[in-house]
C-alpha cells in the first residue's frame, strides 16, 4: 500500500509551514510539524495545553489517561502492562514498578511483530506447507514399498507353490498392519500440521490487524507465538519392512521362506530428556568419548591419561598414553580394543588389555580425530606436517585401503585444521564435522561428495562450530554446535530435522551412541559427559 506520507498526488505537508513530508507530529493539537516548526508549536502556540511531539510514523498512539483525564500517557508501565501518565507515575500505586518510554515501547514492539511477521510468512508458514505437501507423497511412498514386498512375497510363494499359501497370506496381512499404522501415523503427523497451519494463517492476520492499529492497549495484549510454532510437530522415523528371501527347502519350508521385518515408527522428542551425568576427573578439556558397551564409555581430554567409566560416574579404568602426551581422538573397534591418536610421535595406536601397541607412524602427516567403521576399518583425518592439507585415510589394520582429499572439481573437501571429527553413517557415507569450515561435510564410501551442510537459515553459518559428530540406527546425522551449546540433528542425506537443545547443554563437543540410540556428550570446560535421551 502506497504511503500517503510519500504520494506524489497528496504530498503530506507541514501545517504551519507547508514544508512537505514534516517528520513531527503532535498529538495533543493533531497537527504534522517539520522540525523549524516544532519548536514555534512547543513555545509560541497555545501554553494552556501540553504539547506531545512524537516521529510522524507514530502519530496517533498517544491516549488519555483513564484516571486523569487531562494528562497524556508518555510511559509503559510494564508492571502492570498499561498506559501510564505523569501523575499515575508520580502516584504509590506504580512507584516501585518498572516503566519505559512509551514510543520506544510501541517501537519496540512493532519492530517484534514485523519480525515475527517476517519468521511466519517467509519461514515457518512454507516448512509447514512443505511438510504438509510432502504427506500424500510418503502416502503413496508407502503403497509403492508395499507393492515391492508383495511382488517379492508372491514370487517366492510361486516357487513354493500350496504348501507355503498359508503362510504367505500371513506375511500378507502383516504387511496390510504396518501399512496401516504408516498411515496412521502419517494422518496424525498431517492433522498436527494442517492444525498448526491454521492456528500460523490466524496469527499472521492478526499480526497484520495489530501492525494496521495505533491501539496502544491492543497492541500491548499481543504476544509472540513464533516460538511455539517454529519446530514442526514431532517427526517420526520409519524404519522400512524389508523382505529377506532363502533358497528353497521343503524339508525347512516355513524357515526357507525368509522374514519381514516389522515397521518401527519413531519420533524425535520436541524436548530431550538428560538421563545421567556423568562427572570425570578431567574438570576441563574433555574432548572425546566411545562407548565401550551401553554401561561403560572411554573418555579422552587434555592429559596424557585415557579413562573408562561406568555411568554411574565411577573410575572402571586408566590408561597412560604410550608418549606420554595427550591423545588427539579415541574410538572403540567392533572387537572392543581401544585406539587412539597420538599427534605429537604421529601415531595410532591400539590398546589391548595392559598392552599399546603402535600400530600406525605416519610421516609427513599428523593424525588427529578417527572412527571405527562396520566392517572394522579404521577412518582417521590427518593434516600435513604444514598444515596446509587435510585427508580422509582408511585403515586396515596397518594397511592403507583409501585416500579421500579432493572433490570431482581437484578442490579440497576440508579445511587445514585440527579440529575435524568423523563418523560413518549405516549407508556406509563418511561424515566429517569440519569446524574451521563451518560445514558438516559429507561423501559416499567411494569418496565422492554427497552434501555440504551449513546449518539451517535460522542459524547464521559464521556461528556454526561442528565439533563432534556420530550417526544413529536410523541414518542421521548428529553434529554439536559448540558455539550456540546444541547439537544439529540432520537426516542422511542432509535436510536438518530438528536441535537438541533447553536442555542445559555447555560447549558440547565429542559424541557418541549406544546400541539403544541414547546420546553420549561430552562438555569440553565442564569436564561433565551427558547421556541424553532424543527418540520415543
Known amino acids: 500500500m502506497e504511503d500517503p506520507m510519500f504520494s506524489f498526488q497528496d504530498v503530506i505537508r507541514c501545517d504551519l509551514c507547508e514544508t512537505p513530508v514534516p517528520p513531527k507530529h503532535c498529538d495533543i493539537c493533531h497537527i504534522h510539524l517539520c ?21 510522524f510514523k507514530l502519530r496517533g498512539i498517544t491516549s488519555k489517561c483513564t484516571k486523569h483525564s487531562r494528562e497524556v500517557c508518555k510511559q509503559l508501565c510494564t508492571t502492570c502492562n498499561i498506559p501510564v501518565c505523569p501523575l499515575c507515575v508520580a502516584s504509590s500505586e506504580h512507584e516501585m514498578h518498572d516503566k519505559k518510554d512509551i514510543l520506544t515501547w510501541f517501537e519496540t514492539k512493532r519492530e517484534l511483530m514485523q519480525k515475527d511477521l517476517q519468521d511466519l510468512e517467509k519461514s515457518i508458514y512454507p516448512r509447514y506447507q512443505e511438510a504438509a505437501t510432502n504427506m500424500p507423497v510418503q502416502r503413496a511412498d508407502v503403497n509403492k514399498r508395499s507393492q515391492k514386498l508383495t511382488t517379492a512375497l508372491d514370487k517366492q510363494g510361486e516357487a513354493l ?8 497370506q500371513r506375511m500378507k496381512s502383516e504387511i496390510d498392519d504396518m501399512d496401516a499404522q504408516h498411515i496412521a501415523a502419517i494422518d496424525r503427523q498431517e492433522v498436527a500440521i494442517n492444525h498448526t497451519i491454521t492456528e500460523i494463517t490466524q496469527a499472521i492476520l492478526d499480526l497484520k490487524r495489530l501492525l494496521d492499529t495505533s491501539d496502544v492497549c491492543l497492541v500491548s495484549e499481543y504476544t509472540s507465538r513464533t516460538e511455539e510454532f517454529r519446530n514442526l510437530p514431532a517427526q517420526f522415523q520409519v524404519t522400512l519392512p524389508t523382505f529377506t528371501p532363502q533358497e528353497i527347502n521343503r524339508e525347512l519350508i516355513h524357515q526357507q521362506i525368509g ?13 530431550p530428556r538428560i538421563l545421567t551425568d556423568i562427572q570425570t576427573e578431567y574438570k576441563y578439556g574433555i ?54 591418536t597420538d599427534y605429537w610421535d604421529r601415531s595410532i595406536n591400539l590398546v589391548s588389555g595392559v598392552q599399546i601397541q603402535t600400530l600406525i607412524t605416519l610421516r609427513g602427516w599428523d593424525p588427529c580425530f578417527l572412527c571405527s567403521t562396520s566392517s572394522g576399518d579404521l577412518l582417521v583425518i590427518m593434516t600435513r606436517n604444514d598444515g596446509k592439507q587435510t585427508k580422509v585415510v582408511r585403515y586396515s589394520g596397518s594397511t592403507q585401503k583409501q585416500s579421500i582429499q579432493w572433490d570431482d572439481q581437484g578442490n ?10 568423523l563418523s560413518e553413517n549405516r549407508n556406509l557415507d563418511i561424515c566429517v564435522a ?11 564410501a567411494a569418496g565422492k561428495l554427497r552434501f555440504r551442510y551449513n546449518s539451517p537459515p535460522s542459524t547464521p553459518r559464521e556461528s556454526f562450530h561442528p565439533n563432534g559428530i556420530t550417526t544413529d540406527s536410523q541414518g542421521n546425522i548428529l553434529t554439536s554446535d559448540y558455539n550456540n551449546h546444541r547439537i544439529h540433528i540432520i537426516d542422511q542425506d542432509g535436510h536438518f530435522l ?36 532424543y527418540y520415543k
Request: charged share 20%.
Open 35 to 55: 522540525k523549524a516548526c516544532m519548536w514555534k508549536h512547543l513555545y509560541l502556540s497555545d501554553k494552556s495545553k501540553d504539547h506531545y511531539i512524537v516521529p
Open 161 to 168: 507353490h500350496t504348501e507355503i499359501d498359508t503362510i504367505i
Open 259 to 271: 522374514s519381514l521385518s516389522k515397521l518401527a515408527i519413531t519420533f524425535l522428542l520436541d524436548e
Open 287 to 340: 574432548r572425546s568419548v566411545s562407548c565401550l558397551s551401553d554401561s561403560e564409555l572411554w573418555t579422552c581430554g587434555y592429559n596424557d591419561i585415557l579413562r573408562l567409566y561406568n555411568l554411574q560416574g565411577e573410575l572402571l579404568r586408566s590408561v597412560k598414553t604410550k608418549s606420554g602426551k595427550i591423545p588427539q581422538d579415541i574410538a572403540v573397534t567392533r572387537s572392543g580394543d581401544l585406539v587412539y
Open 412 to 421: 579440497a573437501l576440508y579445511t587445514s585444521s585440527y579440529i575435524i571429527y
Open 434 to 444: 569440519d569446524c574451521h569450515a563451518h560445514a558438516v561435510v559429507v561423501v559416499s
Open 498 to 533: 530438528r536441535f537438541i537443545h533447553n536442555c542445559g547443554l555447555q560447549n558440547p563437543q565429542g559424541l557418541c551412541l549406544d546400541s539403544r540410540d541414547n546420546l553420549f556428550v561430552v562438555e569440553f570446560v565442564t569436564g561433565t559427559v551427558k547421556k541424553l535421551q
